[in-house]
T-cell receptor
C-alpha cells in the first residue's frame, strides 16, 4: 500500500537559516509521482513541484531545492536562507502510476522566526 | 486564467441542515477531486471524478455525503443532514492528465453548530 511519512510535525528556525523537510514514501509501483505542496496561513494549497520515479535529478528553484533518492525512498525539500514568508505547512504527496489518487503526508508545520 | 473556484468560502449552519458546496474546476481539466481537511485527520480524499464520472467514492464518510458532477465545469458536494463533526475545510482540486499535479481551490470552511 502507498504511504507518505513526514516525521517532522513542526519545525522552527530563525530567519536566514537553511531548513530541510523530510519525506519518506512507500510504494510497490515502479512508476509513481511525488509532489510537494505549501499551505500558508491563508489556507490555500499551493503546488510546488512534481517528480516522476524515472527522474532522480535534483531540482533547484530559487531558494527551494528537492533531493529525490530512490535508494532511501525519500524526497526531501530544502529551503535555503529561509524567510518569514516561508512559514507554512508543507505537504509531501505520492501518486502511484496506475492510480489517479494522491496520498498526502500529515504535513510539516514550519515556523520561520524573525 | 482562473483557478479552481469554490463557493461559498465560509458556511455556518445548524445541525440537521442541508449543506451544498460548489466547485468549478479549471477549464480543460478532466479530473476533479473533493478533499476534507481537519486537524485530527489531515487531508482526506472524499471522492474523485474523471470525465464527470465518479471513479472512487470510498472516502465518503457515510450516506449523508453525496457528490455530483453534471458537466465538466461544475461539481457539488452535499451533506444532508449536517452534523457538528462535519465541520472542516473542504477543498476541491482539478487536474487535466494522469501525470499532472492537482490544483486546489481556496476551500470552503464549514462550521456546523
Amino acid at each position: 500500500a502507498q504511504k507518505v511519512t513526514q516525521a517532522q510535525t513542526e519545525i522552527s528556525v530563525v530567519e536566514k537559516e537553511d531548513v530541510t523537510l523530510d519525506c519518506v514514501y512507500e510504494t510497490r509501483d515502479t512508476t509513481y509521482y511525488l509532489f510537494w505542496y505549501k499551505q500558508p496561513p491563508s489556507g490555500e494549497l499551493v503546488f510546488l513541484i512534481r517528480r516522476n520515479s524515472f527522474d532522480e535529478q535534483n531540482e533547484i528553484s530559487g531558494r527551494y531545492s528537492w533531493n529525490f533518492q530512490k535508494s532511501t525512498s525519500s524526497f526531501n525539500f530544502t529551503i535555503t536562507a529561509s524567510q518569514v514568508v516561508d512559514s507554512a505547512v508543507y505537504f509531501c504527496a505520492l501518486r502511484e502510476g496506475r492510480d489517479d489518487k494522491i496520498i498526502f503526508g500529515k504535513g510539516t508545520r514550519l515556523h520561520i522566526l524573525p | 486564467d482562473a483557478g479552481v473556484i469554490q463557493s461559498p468560502r465560509h458556511e455556518v449552519t445548524e445541525m440537521g441542515q442541508e449543506v451544498t458546496l460548489r466547485c468549478k474546476p479549471i477549464s480543460g481539466h478532466n479530473s476533479l477531486f473533493w478533499y476534507r481537511q481537519t486537524m485530527m485527520r489531515g487531508l482526506e480524499l472524499l471522492i474523485y471524478f474523471n470525465n464527470n464520472v465518479p471513479i472512487d467514492d470510498s472516502g465518503m464518510p457515510e450516506d449523508r455525503f453525496s457528490a455530483k458532477m453534471p458537466n465538466a465545469s461544475f461539481s457539488t458536494l452535499k451533506i444532508q443532514p449536517s452534523e457538528p463533526r462535519d465541520s472542516a475545510v473542504y477543498f476541491c482540486a482539478s487536474t487535466w492528465d494522469r501525470d499532472g499535479e492537482q490544483y486546489f481551490g481556496p476551500g470552503t470552511r464549514l462550521t456546523v453548530t
